[in-house]
T-cell receptor, first 116, second 114 residues
Framework: DGGITQSPKYLFRKEGQNVTLSCEQN?????MYWYRQDPGQGLRLIYY???????QKGDIAEGYSVSREKKESFPLTVTSAQKNPTAFYLC???????????????FGPGTRLTVL | SQQGEEDPQALSIQEGENATMNCSYK?????LQWYRQNSGRGLVHLIL?????REKHSGRLRVTLDTSKKSSSLLITASRAADTASYFC??????????????FGEGTQLTVNP
C-alpha cells in the first residue's frame, strides 16, 4: 500500500522532555510537511522540506526541529522549548513541480501529543 | 498566519439537502484546494481549482472560484450522513507563498443529520 504513516498514534510526554514524532512516506514524493492542529482550529505549518537535506521554517517553528536525511522520512522533534506542545500533529507530502497537481498534499493519520 | 477564512464555522443540515461552504483569502494564489477531515483523522484531498478556472465538479462536489473577490465556495449536493466532517480550504502558489506550501483556513464543521 502506498501512503504516509505516522507513529505513534498517541504520545504522552512529561514537561521538559524532548519527543520525536515519526513520518514516513512511500509515495516517492519530494516535499514533506509538518502541521499542528489545535482543537476546533485549522492547520498551522511548522516546517516543510522540498528536497532531501533541506528544510524551511513554517509559521510556528519555534520549539520544534526537523531533519530530512532520506526522501522517505521527515521526523519532527518537539523540544522542551515549545511552551504549549499538546496538540494533534499531522504530516503530509506532495509530488514535485513536474506534476500539474504538484502541491496536492497527502496526509498521514496524525499523532496526538499530550504533555502531562 | 491563516490566509483563508471560512464561513460558516459550523453548518447543520438534513440528509438530502445541499451544503454550501465559503472561503475567502487575502493574497494572490495559483490554486485553491478543498480538504475533508473526519474527527481525529488526517485530511483527505477533495478537489483543486486553478486560478484561471471558475468552476469545477467532482461527483457531488462543485467548487467555484472568484479571484476578483478572492473567494471560493464548496457545494455538496444531496448530502449524506457520511459527509459529516470538517472541511478546509487551502491556498497555494501565490507570490507570497514559497514553493509547494499551502495555507489552510480555519474550517467548516458540517453535520448531516439522518
Amino acid at each position: 500500500d502506498g501512503g504516509i504513516t505516522q507513529s505513534p498514534k498517541y504520545l504522552f510526554r512529561k514537561e521538559g522532555q524532548n519527543v520525536t514524532l515519526s513520518c514516513e512516506q512511500n509515495l516517492n514524493h519530494d516535499a514533506m510537511y509538518w502541521y499542528r492542529q489545535d482543537p476546533g482550529q485549522g492547520l498551522r505549518l511548522i516546517y516543510y522540506s522540498q528536497i532531501v537535506n533541506d528544510f524551511q521554517k513554517g509559521d510556528i517553528a519555534e520549539g520544534y526541529s526537523v531533519s530530512r536525511e532520506k526522501k522517505e522520512s521527515f521526523p519532527l522533534t518537539v523540544t522542551s522549548a515549545q511552551k504549549n506542545p499538546t496538540a494533534f500533529y499531522l504530516c503530509a507530502s506532495s509530488s514535485d513541480r513536474a506534476s500539474p497537481y504538484y502541491n496536492e498534499q497527502f496526509f498521514g493519520p496524525g499523532t496526538r501529543l499530550t504533555v502531562l | 498566519s491563516q490566509q483563508g477564512e471560512e464561513d460558516p464555522q459550523a453548518l447543520s443540515i438534513q440528509e438530502g439537502e445541499n451544503a454550501t461552504m465559503n472561503c475567502s483569502y487575502k493574497t494572490s494564489i495559483n490554486n485553491l484546494q478543498w480538504y475533508r477531515q473526519n474527527s481525529g483523522r488526517g485530511l483527505v484531498h477533495l478537489i483543486l481549482i486553478r486560478s484561471n478556472e471558475r468552476e469545477k465538479h467532482s461527483g457531488r462536489l462543485r467548487v467555484t472560484l472568484d479571484t476578483s473577490k478572492k473567494s471560493s465556495s464548496l457545494l455538496i449536493t444531496a448530502s449524506r450522513a457520511a459527509d459529516t466532517a470538517s472541511y478546509f480550504c487551502a491556498t497555494g502558489g501565490g507570490k507570497e507563498t514559497s514553493g509547494s506550501r499551502l495555507t489552510f483556513g480555519e474550517g467548516t464543521q458540517l453535520t448531516v443529520n439522518p
